[in-house]
């Protein structure tokens, strides 16, 4: 996976297993979206976008 300027790209480069992006076979880079559901093998993972509002921050002195 790349990520660069906000955008993420997947490529399958030649696995034995396949790479799919919502049960399409990547052949060629494919872009993701938030959401968009990702094939490993057998394990099928979420992609997510973190948006401004679900970033966490630590304060100094304190617990969190």
Known sequence: MLISRGEATLEDLGS??????NG????TPARLSDGDAIKLGD???????ATSTSLTETLPGGSG
Do not use: A, Y
């Open 16 to 21: 034995k297993n396949g790479t799919r992006v």
């Open 43 to 49: 394990v099928t993972m979420t992609f997510r976008i």
């Open 24 to 27: 399409t076979p990547v052949t």
